[in-house]
Each structure stands twice: as C-alpha cells, then as structure tokens.
C-alpha cells in the first residue's frame, strides 16, 4: 500500500482525468507524428492548468511499441515533469499490450519522488503494491487507485500440458477477475478504516457490456489466441470508477456509466478519421463522479476518400479550399469503373501544390482485374507473396511453362527484402 500526501482538494471537489492509448511514436504508413503528439502534450496541460486537475491516469499503451525512440522517451518524460510542475499533485500510470513494461519500471524509482507513479508489471504476490493511496493535509485518504498493469497470462498462469484452448481462456478470465478481487479486498481494507473514500480502477483489457470495435481497429483480441473479453461484474461494487484503456473510441460499458474507455487522442488510422476523440473529465464531490467528455482537438485532419476518380477529384479540391492550416493526410479507395493503371501519378497531379498529402491509396478495380476472388470476403492482406505473383502471372497470360522460372526469381527477391529488414 502506498501512501502519498497530498493539498486540500480544490473546492472540496476532486478532480481526475482518465487518458490511455496515446501511442507515442505512432507511425501512420511511412510518416512519424511527432508535431501531433507535442499539440496534443501541449493542449493537455492547458486542460490541466484550467480545470484544476489533481490526478491524471493513464490507463496503458504510452507507448506504440515495445522499442520507443530515445527522442520518443524523452517526450514522455518531458510531459509527466510538465504537468506535474504545472499544478497536477498525482499522475498514475498503467501499462497496455503495446507498452515496454519494464523499461516502463526503469523510470520508477525517480518518478515516484515527484509523485508520479508507474506500474508496468503486476505484483501478483503482493497486490496491496497496485493500491496507492492520495492523503489530505490532515493525512487522512482523499483518494484511491487501484493501479493495475496489463495482465498478462505469464504473470498470472501458467498452461498445464493438455489444456484446450477453450479450458485455457476460462482459467486465464479467472485469474484476471481473481487478481481484480484482490486488489478490491486491499483497497476496501483501507476506505473502510477511513469512512467513505473515492476507489478508481485502471485496467487495460476489453471489457464487455457493449463495448464497440470499429472497422480497422487492431485491438480485437486482447490476448495471444481467442480470448474475447471480461464481464463487467469483474469490477463488482466497490470501485466508483473504472478507468479503462484498449479500445480508441470512447465509450462507457453498457450501462456502467463509471466504467468507461476514454479511447486515443489521436486517431490511429484512416478507419478512425472523423471520429471524435476525447478525455474523461472525473468531478467526485461524494460517491460516483459525474462524468464529462473533454473533446479533444483535431491536430491534424486525415480522411478517407472513395469513389471513382471523378468523385475523389472533386473532394480534393473542396479540401484544398478548406481553412485547415495543420496538413491534411488522405487515404484514397478508389472503386471506379476504369480501369486507371496510372492512378497514383494521376491523383499526384491533383494534389500538387495544395498542401494535401496522400499517404496510401487502394485500386480496387486494379486488385479485382489482376489478383480476382476466391471468394467476396478475400482481401489482398489475406494472401501469400507468392500467390499474388502467381494471379499476376495469370492476369498478364504468360505461359505457365515459364511459371517455375519466374517464380524462382520472385522467391529470391522477396528473401533479399526479408533479409534487409532483418
């Protein structure tokens, strides 16, 4: 159990933003987003300084890979110091699937004397460790968090030879939902000795109710084979808040109110373009908070365009007339009837000079007249280097005697490129 001191709350009220999924040193296609996540640092201090924040949480996935930049590290570290400078007393931290949990651990000891905790692996031995503790002046607690880290299933079990993976998903939903009740009981060990004091969860995981996954979003399985989800009755009754990260659309879970994702603040790709993004603002003056979403700016407009090419020519123009001075990223589907074997060098044409920049583009029609379908649900993802290279051969009529040859050749290629990533 972890005990820090804290001032009165502001206005007898106590404030928390719930934040998760940032996803720093997010690549979309070949561009960093360095700039994006400075305006969203930036943004998110000024929403500290205004709404009087006495704790931010962040609830897992800091990170987009296990292997962070050094420059990526140092705008992480940068921020937790600037916030904390800036008035908020307590910033809590909680790993995601994405995140380097032990390097997250390295900053640990450091962080904790400016009162910003991290908790990259779980103390499964000790879960008293995962409940931190916020005091008064008068030393009594004002707040609680149960600060869970990703539950990963080698911190939790162990498979036994022979288990199926149906027996392998209820043992590991279990032991989750153990681990959960462990931390309640130590949680509620300490507000029962102090009368009535707020208790916020954190996890990183898919929790159900109704929770969505939109098209495109990675997370869909939060574990290695097919474990789907958590109940919400995991949390049980003791938390007033469930502060939640995996899913990038905010959403409460079914009808809890207090268990909530507050989704990434930035959109992590085309799929999610147009959607907004917010923060969870927490006001407790009592038991549960009341909840309100902090919407977050748009740092930079990406947008999906599809349809033939007369359709996408005039979107391109109608946002070269727009106002938006911080660049726009397009991902262009074309589905036209044509046949535009030039596609990408005529839609480089229409956004020359404009300040739009095209990322990724998909031709439909080209996929469907050189690859074909096995079937309506194929996509081009779905198939093998060398299956491709084989419809191409097809598509193109050569004949299939020199079939061996050419794909022999093809092989070759495709390991000096495997070879040069290694």
Known sequence: MKNRQADEMKNGHLRVLHTSDWHLGHVLFDRKRDDE???????LINIIKKECIDCLLIAGDVFDTTTPSA????MYLKFLIKARDQGCKHLVITSGNHDPAILLEVHKPILERMDIHVLGIPDVDKPENEVIVFENQSRKPALIVCAVPFLREKYLRRSAPGESPEDKERKLLQAIADHYGLVAEKASAVAGQAGHVPIIAMGHLFAGGNA???????????????LGQIGPEVFGEIFDYVALGHLHMPQQIGQFEHIR????????????????KSVCLLDF??????VELLPVPEFRHLERVEGNLEIIANRIHELSLSD????IWLEIIYNGDEYEGNLRERLEELVAGTGLEI???KNNRLRETIFGRINEDEELGDLEESMVFERCLKSKNIPE???PQLLNVFQEVVLLLKDEQD
């Open 261 to 276: 994702y507050s989704g990434s603040p930035l959109p992590m790709g085309f799929s999610e373009a147009g959607h907004q």
């Open 71 to 74: 420059k990526t590290q140092g």
């Open 359 to 361: 990322l990724g583009i």
């Open 212 to 226: 969505r996954l939109k098209e495109g979003e990675c997370e869909r399985q939060l574990y290695v084979g097919t």
């Open 401 to 403: 005697e020199k079939w």
């Open 324 to 327: 938006k001075t911080n660049g």
């Open 37 to 43: 996540f400075e305006f969203f640092f930036n943004w």
């Open 285 to 290: 003056d009592g038991n549960r908070p009341t």
